[in-house]
Every structure is written in structure tokens, then in C-alpha cells.
């Protein structure tokens, strides 16, 4: 087993600079702030709500002088940025100049403590990968410390989209040919009629590509209400975020923060941040939300996933709990759990009660080697040890869990361990 410590992979996190003494989980959006709205007060409501990362204004056009008025603002917040210029194209090197304008492009930003990386491309055909990989690489020649971000489609998408048979096929074709220094994807699960199936075996198919090729992958999430999607809860938001987390996620992104103006097709409501700029239920939900992302981040962001299983109601082709890991069987209800180690070999688990209508009261049978169970809090982000009980035979761990509580455990470490002490590394 490899591990990399971050520092030299600091673009992958949203470190704002070398005062920066713990790494921060990209935590961003989708459809930002229109041009329009681009001032410290926006942004500064964007940082309160514990974001870290901001993407392209929501309305163009995305010109140099406004990008570097939104990396101004975002400056002043902490806020890393992912900058849309309109000239930076997928075809931009079939251009005669392509070249000599990708320079200019990268001259413009490069230098910008809030630029995070250049937008390239969302939901991109398999029928352009060869365009992105080019763009990439003259990119990476030029400006290696800054990535391009490309989003690619979820598993619903049709073959037409893809342009490929199969949606495996298309995220294979696209780490093979691209070589894409994050994956990315979106998937919107909530629907006015019911909740789409596909979720976790997007989840599982996504997690093993990023495995395979030794990248990180964020995940894009539903929040805006529009055409089929209906209007979500806490909970429900919680439900996404949190699985995402189980599987290994290492960026939360919500699609929409500010919301788009109605149309006729789509009917855009209730983003974070209203059409008119004010602020939606949804604004505090995520704030709540993204405040224990950024407790737990860090440490997620210092351990390698291992495997991901689930109890109670298995998801199609998910592996359920069992005899061969540190936590083997559980009851009580539906749960997820997403294994963990950190550099120093210490098994870890998230554990997330999959139910987002019901608290679960989980009795979780646990090795007899283990010889204690701490808990990273997430409201303190400090270590506290747990109790191990006994029922029977067999020692357990009994945990409450909210509707969609997700609680951070490192397993089997007898000498208390303070989490700020734990080296942060990552395999890459």
C-alpha cells in the first residue's frame, strides 16, 4: 500500500494557502452566483455557509475581467475557485491560434491564490474524449498546478449521451483516454414520484473506476427542485451527502446553489439561494450539513477506502455485512457502512443509518480482538471513546443514529489518539 502525503497533491484539496494548517474537503456547488450578484457580501454568505469551493457564476458570459472579480471576492472569503472562460472550448486546439489563446487563458488566472483549476467540460459525449485529453494535457504542460474539471454523466443517461452502449463502458473509456486527475459525476436520485433506482450501483461503479486508477472522485448531488425532482429535506440532502461519504467520496458538490430563473421546461425553485438572492430553506439545511462535512473532512481526507457493505435492505449488487470485517453483523435497521484505513493501518468506519424518515438504535456485533472503539465527533471534531457492551457472547457496540446520521469510528486503537495528530496522507 502507497500513501502520498497531500502536500504534494495540495491541488486536490482547497488548502487556501500555506497558513492553512489543516486540509480542507472540497466542499462547492453548482450554478453560482450570476455575474450580476458577484460582490463580498455574496461571498462571503457563501463562505458562512461552510463552502469551500465555488464553480462558475450561474449566467455568463465568462469574460477574464468578471472571473478575476469573482477570484477577488472569493479571496477575500477563502474560497477557492473553478473558473468557466469562454474561450477555453473542448475544441479549442483545432483552432488555428488554440495554442496561443490557451496562454493567454493561462496567464489571466494562474496566479490567483483563489484559482482552483479551469472548467472544461459538463457531461461531456464519449465522442469528444479525445478533445478533452489533448486540452488536458497541453494544460498540464502549461499550468500543472492547476487541473481541469470535467462532470460526467450519471447512470441514467441514454446511450445517445454517452455516445456509447454502456455507462461502464463510458467511464472506462473516459479514465483510459482523459486520464482525468478527479472523477466526477452527478447523480439526482429524488423524484416527485419516488426515489430512482441506480444510486448506489452509480456510487459502487464510480468508487472502483477512482480505486482502479488511483484518483479521487466528488460527487455532484441533487438540491434544486425542477422538472421531475421534487422539493428535498434535510434528510433527504443528508442522505446523499452521507452515503457519498461512505463510499469514499472526496468532494460534495449540490446542484444548484443559486437557482436558475424558471423556465417552462424545468420550473427551477428553492435552490440555496433564491432567483431574487435570498436565501431558501435549503440555505440552512446545507449549512448544518457542510458544517459536520468540514469536521469530519480532514480525516476522511487522510484515510484510503477499503470496502463498503450494507445491512439491513442491500442495494442491487452491494455487498451485505459480514464475517471478515472488524464489525461483522448489525441490527436495528438499515445501514450503511464504509470502511477505512489510515496510514498507519487503523481500520475506520462510517456508519450511516440509510433510513431517512426513522432514528435507528443499532446494535453492532464487533470482533472479540478489538479492544476499544473511539469516536471522532463531529460536533468538537476531538476523539472520545465509546462503550463496548456484551449481549450474550459477543462483544457490540449499541449507537443511536438520526435519520441519516453518519458517525466516524476508528476501531481496535487502546491508546486515545487526538485526531489532530494523525498524519495527513492519501493514496494517489
Known amino acids: 500500500m502507497e500513501w502520498t502525503t497531500l502536500a504534494s497533491l495540495s491541488f486536490l484539496s482547497v488548502a487556501f494557502a500555506s497558513d492553512d494548517t489543516v486540509e480542507r474537503f472540497p466542499i462547492g456547488y453548482w450554478y453560482g452566483p450570476p455575474v450580476e450578484h458577484t460582490s463580498e457580501k455574496t461571498y462571503a454568505e457563501i463562505a458562512a455557509a461552510h463552502f469551500n469551493l465555488a464553480l462558475p457564476q450561474g449566467t455568463g458570459p465568462h ?3 468578471q472571473n478575476v472579480g469573482m477570484l477577488d471576492v472569493a479571496a477575500s472569503n477563502r474560497i477557492r475557485c473553478i473558473v468557466a472562460d469562454d474561450r477555453l472550448s473542448p475544441d479549442l486546439l483545432k483552432q488555428p491560434d488554440g495554442l496561443a489563446i490557451l496562454d493567454k487563458i493561462v496567464s489571466t488566472y494562474e496566479s490567483h491564490p483563489a484559482f482552483w483549476g479551469y472548467f472544461i467540460k459538463d457531461e461531456p459525449s464519449s465522442k469528444v474524449f479525445d478533445d478533452l485529453a489533448d486540452l488536458l494535457d497541453a494544460l498540464a504542460d502549461r499550468d500543472p498546478d492547476h487541473p481541469g474539471f470535467i462532470n460526467l454523466f450519471p447512470n441514467y443517461a441514454t ?5 456509447i452502449r454502456g455507462y461502464e463502458e463510458y467511464v472506462e473509456r473516459y479514465m483510459q483516454v482523459v486520464q482525468p486527475e478527479i472523477l466526477s459525476y452527478d ?10 433506482p441506480g ?3 452509480n456510487l459502487r461503479l464510480i468508487r472502483e473506476k477512482a480505486e482502479k486508477y488511483a484518483v479521487p472522485f466528488w460527487a455532484i ?9 421534487r422539493d428535498l429535506t434535510e434528510a433527504e440532502l443528508r442522505w446523499e451527502v452521507f452515503h457519498s461519504l461512505a463510499y469514499g467520496a472526496q468532494g460534495i458538490l449540490y446542484f444548484t446553489y443559486w437557482t436558475p430563473p424558471s423556465d417552462k421546461k424545468w420550473h427551477w425553485r428553492n435552490g440555496i439561494i433564491s432567483w431574487d438572492g435570498q436565501q431558501t430553506a435549503h440555505y440552512a439545511h446545507v449549512q448544518r450539513i457542510n458544517a459536520v462535512i468540514e469536521t469530519l473532512g480532514p480525516t476522511l481526507m487522510s484515510l484510503l477506502s477499503t470496502g463498503i457493505y450494507h445491512s439491513g435492505r442491500v442495494p442491487e449488487n452491494a455487498e451485505e455485512l459480514s464475517e471478515g470485517t472488524a464489525i461483522y453483523r448489525a441490527q436495528g435497521g438499515d445501514l450503511t457502512f464504509g470502511f477505512f484505513e489510515d496510514s498507519e493501518e487503523q481500520e475506520w468506519v462510517l456508519v450511516v443509518n440509510s433510513n431517512y424518515r426513522k432514528e435507528v438504535r443499532a446494535t453492532l456485533s464487533i470482533v472479540e480482538t478489538v479492544d476499544q472503539v473511539d469516536e471522532l465527533d463531529k460536533n468538537t471534531g476531538r476523539m472520545r471513546p465509546l462503550p463496548i457492551g456484551n449481549t450474550g457472547d459477543e462483544p457490540v457496540l449499541q449507537l443511536m443514529l438520526a435519520p441519516v446520521d ?7 486503537n487502546a491508546v486515545p489518539v487526538d485526531v489532530k495528530e494523525i498524519p495527513v496522507r492519501r493514496r494517489f
Open 187 to 196: 447523480h439526482y436520485h429524488f423524484l416527485k414520484n419516488g426515489d430512482r
Open 159 to 163: 446511450p445517445v449521451q454517452l455516445g
Open 221 to 229: 448531488l441533487l438540491c434544486v427542485t425542477h422538472g421531475p425532482y
Open 199 to 201: 444510486f448506489f450501483e
Open 406 to 412: 453518519g458517525r466516524l469510528l476508528r476501531i481496535g
Open 63 to 65: 469574460l477574464p475581467e
